[in-house]
């Protein structure tokens, strides 16, 4: 029989700490000289706009490559070549990585025509990179969220298809009945289809904190699975995802991620 998984509280924020993975440094392609990088890439690289907008503004006739208009998909930048957007010349930023203990009350935007804070006001000024959230937390939801400009590796971990595990720590205003934790281990439908989470249990044995394992992409899952049974969510805190963990990271704090995390995210070494 498959036995149920338990998490305890100090488990939720440890557990991935501390596993002996090993990481294997990134290697270049034997052969491979070829320093060029597609236009398109190049001006997202830049945080001018994604790489479909670029192909936009390319075909429009508003980028030059050494000072001749350029409206060629395809076409393809070499480092020393000077590459001018709406006449101003386009650097490709240093790539940054920033993991942040999201505080409650604060959207996931770079802005808000409501006036609410964002997370980019926790780094704002900090950092001469613009970056950008990589997927979404609700403005009530707390907890881990990855930050970047490197627009490759966000495609990369907010795709649905990736699905890279998450993991929650939901705490509740009332008991949750362990039948219903029983049901959502083995799957349930919502409006948008079905969903099975990959481990569920309550919290050091409390009945109203419960700590749920997924790899969904889907939009508000969480609180949409215990909707459907009529909970109300005091709290919601990502505590895991992608391999990474907010170990020692206070709430409403950045870090930039380590060299070693980097390469786990961009090589897929983790759970």
Not at 12 to 38: A, C, H, L, M, W
Not at 61 to 80: A, H, R, S
Not at 220 to 248: C, H, M, P, Q, W
Request: hydrophobic share 30%; with cysteine.
């Amino acid at each position: 029989m498959h036995k149920k998984r338990v998490y305890k509280k100090a488990n939720i924020t440890n557990k991935f700490q501390t596993q002996g993975k090993r990481i294997s440094p990134v290697k270049e392609k034997s052969g491979s000289s070829d320093n060029t990088i597609r236009l398109n890439k190049f001006l997202s690289n830049a945080g001018i706009c994604s790489r479909r907008e670029a192909d936009t503004l390319i075909a429009t006739g508003v980028v030059e490559i050494n000072g001749k208009v350029v409206t060629e998909l395809g076409t393809k930048v070499n480092p020393d070549d000077t590459v001018k957007y709406d006449g101003s010349v386009i650097k490709a930023e240093k790539k940054v990585y920033i993991l942040m203990n999201k505080p409650k009350d604060f959207v996931t935007t770079l802005d808000d025509p409501e006036g609410r804070k964002t997370v980019i006001d926790l780094i704002k000024n900090k950092i001469p990179q613009r970056v950008y959230p990589v997927g979404r937390l609700d403005r009530n939801t707390t907890g881990l969220l990855l930050l970047t400009n490197d627009g490759e590796l966000t495609k990369k971990l907010s795709h649905p298809k990736y699905n890279k595990k998450k993991i929650y720590h939901v705490v509740f205003d009332s008991k949750v009945n362990k039948e219903h934790l029983e049901e959502i281990a083995a799957g349930i439908e919502l409006d948008d289809g079905f969903i099975k989470v990959d481990a569920i249990n309550y919290v050091d044995n409390k009945k109203n904190e419960i700590g749920i394992e997924l790899h969904s992409g889907r939009n508000r899952i969480v609180r949409r699975i215990f909707e459907k049974y009529g909970y109300n969510i005091k709290r919601l805190d990502r505590v895991y995802f992608a391999g990474l963990t907010k170990l020692n990271l206070p709430r409403g704090k950045w870090r930039f991620l380590t060299d070693r995390e980097i390469t786990m995210l961009k090589t897929g070494m983790h759970e």
